[in-house]
């Protein structure tokens, strides 16, 4: 089992940043790829962002690309989200989710966070 716990979420105007952080604890942090999801209102939940075991390898969804960075710090278990040039389209819950890499694509696990609402004002 992996528990995951994100932070960092708030109200922001837009142009703004915030940073998410997910505290993950269990078992070995490092042998999981790791991954951002959101959910806003009414909508699925879609991918934001990944980042490989060791994070030399990072993708993101072309909505965010360019704005979002995604890290890890394997020593703290934590990877993080910043974001950047925030829009109100940004709006929702985010989750960090730990999963694996399978070729060049991610599999999500059901290792979820109880998410962190971010909401980007207009």
């Known amino acids: 089992q992996v528990q995951l716990v994100e932070s960092g979420g708030g109200l922001v105007q837009a142009g703004g940043s915030l940073r998410l952080s997910c505290a993950a604890s269990g078992r070995t942090f490092s042998n999981y790829a790791m991954g951002w999801f959101r959910q806003a209102p009414g909508k699925e939940r879609e991918f934001v962002a990944r980042i490989s075991r060791s994070g030399g390898s990072t993708y993101y969804a072309d909505s965010v690309k360019g704005r979002f960075t995604i890290s890890r710090d394997n020593a703290k278990n934590t990877v993080y989200l910043e974001m950047n040039s925030l829009k109100p389209e940004d709006t929702a819950v985010y989750y960090c989710?730990?999963?694996?890499?399978?070729?060049?694509?991610?599999?999500?696990?059901?290792?979820w966070g109880q998410g962190t609402q971010v909401t980007v004002s207009s």
């Open positions: 989710n730990a999963g694996v890499e399978v070729g060049s694509s991610y599999s999500a696990l059901d290792y």
